[in-house]
């Protein structure tokens, strides 16, 4: 996650992502105010003014925004998500960015937004003062954190007072929101694929490219689902997700471990079974050595942080460093990036570690 713009050193990237809980990195299945993507035959046209409760705050659409910015929270999927419905020309500003995907035509579509000349403050995004100067329409954040004033950020309400909206991705609410509900909070441990396609619905809406991202969704589900049936009835093996360059996240020194939510709906479409099943996010940060050494690993998933790790040296280096895992010994691997976060790309996660849980199939 370091951003071409930013250029924020590693180390500070890597924190600010541990403090953030993998905020970037996976999200909750949408809020009650945000409805479930289901199948119809067309989508309609927004009818504005257009209002709705959005982690508690009510907001208002009298027009599609023109002006927005993309507050960075350690994530992609929200400027990913723009992207993949046309709408790069109402970005105002961007302070999301890899430099490394799943889908390498992203990189470039991303590299080339506006950032509006923007710099981060030392909790790794944009401070309140520049947001309020930039003067957008909208500033969109992937988690309710990123609208607090004690890292220094314009508050939900300030923006408000200036006439410019905000807007979190409704599976983050409870996140960096300590009176969170009880409801955003489940919201946000019950994190699946189906959360990415709610927040594509949901700029669908807002935008009024509703048919735009009907037909989206569609495409994409239909990726993840047609993994399924391939695999369906397969025995479900054990899948690691590690991020090597990660390591500083984990208390250890050990590669950040990728467990619950989303992490595990992708590896259940996938075929597998994530080797930690049962376990929080709070795994990534905990994980000690032994219980990586002896955990059942039939396929691992290395996962690319940064654009100058290698995936094939990464796999080589824990390959050798446990040596007992059925897939040291098989040497059965793969490598994704952002598809197993948050975000639209998931399809291309799921069908790469597809292809290794069960090949030919």
């Known amino acids: 996650m370091r951003p071409c713009r930013f250029r924020r050193p590693l180390a500070a990237a890597l924190s600010a992502l541990a403090a953030l809980t993998t905020t970037g990195c996976g999200a909750a299945a949408g809020s009650s105010s945000e409805p479930t993507v289901t199948a119809a035959a067309s989508a309609g046209r927004t009818t504005y003014p257009l209002t709705f409760d959005n982690c508690g705050m009510k907001v208002t659409f009298q027009r599609p925004p023109q002006h927005v910015l993309i507050l960075n929270g350690t994530s992609v999927g929200e400027v990913e998500s723009f992207i993949l419905l046309g709408l790069e020309k109402s970005i105002l500003a961007n302070a999301q960015s890899y430099g490394v995907s799943d889908d390498p035509s992203m990189i470039a579509k991303i590299k080339v937004l506006p950032t509006g000349g923007l710099t981060m403050n030392k909790n790794f995004d944009v401070p309140a003062e520049q947001v309020l100067k930039l003067k957008p329409d909208l500033v969109v954040s992937t988690w309710s954190g990123g609208f607090d004033a004690k890292r220094g950020f314009a508050t939900r309400e300030q923006l408000a007072a200036a006439g410019i909206i905000s807007l979190v991705n409704p599976v ?11 409801e955003e909070k489940r919201a946000y441990q019950n994190q699946s694929i189906n959360s990415s396609l709610e927040f594509i619905s949901l700029l669908g809406r807002v935008f009024d490219v509703q048919q735009r991202a009907f037909d989206l969704i569609g495409k994409l589900r239909a990726r993840v689902e047609a993994v399924r049936g391939r695999v369906a009835g397969r025995p479900a093996k054990k899948v690691l997700i590690a991020y090597p360059g990660m390591a500083m996240m984990n208390a250890n020194g050990l590669p950040a471990v990728m467990t619950g939510g989303i992490y595990d709906d992708v590896i259940k479409a996938a075929g597998g079974v994530n080797a930690f099943a049962g376990q929080t996010s709070d795994m ?18 290395v996962g690319l942080f940064t654009p100058d790790e290698k995936g094939d040296e990464e796999a080589a280096k824990l390959f050798a460093a446990y040596p007992h895992w059925a897939a040291s010994k098989t040497k059965t691997y793969t490598v994704v990036s952002d598809g197993v ?19 030919g199939d």
């Not at 983050?172 to 009880?182: D, F, H, M, R, V």
């Not at 990534?284 to 690993?297: K, P, W, Y």
């Not at 976060?341 to 090949?359: D, R």
């Open 172 to 182: 983050n609410c409870a996140l960096g929101k300590p009176e969170a509900t009880p």
């Open 341 to 359: 976060y948050l975000g639209p790309l998931n399809a291309w996660a799921v069908e790469k570690i597809s292809k290794v849980v069960h090949p």
């Open 284 to 301: 990534t940060r905990t994980l000690n050595r032994e219980q990586l050494a002896t955990a059942q690993v039939d396929v691992l998933v």
